[in-house]
């Protein structure tokens, strides 16, 4: 595989293949953040997408593309990708079987189960269920579906930039939430092929970003996973990863990291001044220019991803009071 098999001309016939199942992307003009900054900002809230976040994308242009063999669909992912999975498959009347290892917060379990999804719990890590999952696709003819490293995964996600580009045609900065780099790619990718001139900033936080290690390093590398409020930008790149490392470090322009007062400071905002409810990893583009590690274009658009936070622990962080995570 390279980043050659996805073009502008797969994410337009992706964004054909999605736009029944998807909600469309709303973009407003955030009026504080534009007085804040004398330039025009947008919020981009793609939270309002079914299941909480822009991963549906992805994973539905997935799902409507199996191979007819395929007798279901898994994954081991019990966020926003998992959900996502969970909901695509119901649609298209797929199995589906998400593996997690049993550690998993009963929340998020059910979650996936009120989906529709068959749940298989298994050994104390990750790799436990990873390895049931290929073992799903070795013996039961299941497809795995990964979150990012994939072709029609990262064509999926990059219908944003189109919906952006269709919407807002002079734009010239971007901020995009960065972990795995399956979100970054396409919409990068949509936009650059049309507009090489719009600024693409990726952001991500200080507490474990694989991707900004990995691009530092010249390659694909491990970082210790910690705990932090931005939960879904969490985990590795994958040492094989052979498509996103590569497309971020061609067409993304600035990478920037937060620390986690910086993220708190954006689910603040988000709701305090936008009557927004995000997750840790939904806000860190508003909280790049709170921070001002980013400076706005003259039109700049910030992407909302995704809204799957713990309420309690929401509430904590808009009341100032000490959380746990
Ligand atoms: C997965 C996720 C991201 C990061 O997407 P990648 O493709 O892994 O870079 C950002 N925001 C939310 C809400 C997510 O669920």
């Not at 191979?67 to 695509?88: K, Q, W």
């Not at 998020?108 to 298994?122: N, Q």
């Not at 269920?129 to 990964?146: H, N, Q």
């Amino acid at each position: 595989m390279s980043r050659k098999e996805i073009s502008l001309s797969d994410i337009r016939a992706a964004w054909a293949r999605i736009a029944p199942h998807i909600v469309p992307l709303h973009i407003a003009p955030s009026s504080s953040l534009s007085q804040h900054f004398g330039k025009d900002i947008m919020l981009a809230h793609e939270y309002l997408q079914t299941t909480g976040a822009f991963k549906l994308r992805g994973a539905m242009n997935s799902v409507l593309q199996l191979d007819a063999a395929t007798t279901g669909v898994t994954a081991v992912s019990t966020g926003n990708h998992g959900r996502a999975l969970a909901y695509s498959a119901r649609q298209a009347g797929v199995p589906c079987i998400i593996c997690m290892s049993e550690l998993v917060p009963q929340n998020k379990l059910e979650a996936i189960r009120a989906l529709g999804a068959e749940t298989r719990i298994v050994g104390k890590s990750q790799d436990e269920a990873e390895i049931e999952a290929r073992r799903l696709v070795a013996e039961e003819g299941f497809t795995m579906i990964p979150p990012f490293e994939h072709p029609h995964v990262i064509a999926g996600q990059g219908t944003l930039g189109l919906e952006m580009l269709e919407q807002l045609p002079d734009l010239d900065t971007v901020l995009v939430q960065l972990s795995g780099g399956g979100l970054i790619s396409g919409i990068a990718l949509a936009i650059k092929s049309q507009k090489p001139g719009v600024r693409v900033i990726g952001i991500s936080m200080e507490r474990g970003c694989a991707m900004y290690a990995s691009q530092q390093a010249g390659k694909p590398v491990e970082v210790e996973e910690l705990p932090t409020l931005a939960d879904s930008l969490g985990g590795g790149i994958g040492l094989d990863n052979r498509l996103t490392f590569d497309i971020v470090h061609d067409y993304v322009d600035e990478l920037v990291l937060l620390s986690e007062d910086e993220i708190a400071e954006g689910i603040r905002y988000a709701y305090c001044r936008e009557q927004v409810i995000l997750e840790g990893g939904g806000a860190v583009g508003i909280a790049a220019l709170l921070a001002g590690k980013v400076t706005p274009g003259d039109r700049t658009v910030v992407l909302l991803s995704g809204k799957n936070i713990d309420m309690g622990l929401h509430r904590q962080i808009i009341n100032r009071e000490e959380y746990r995570l």
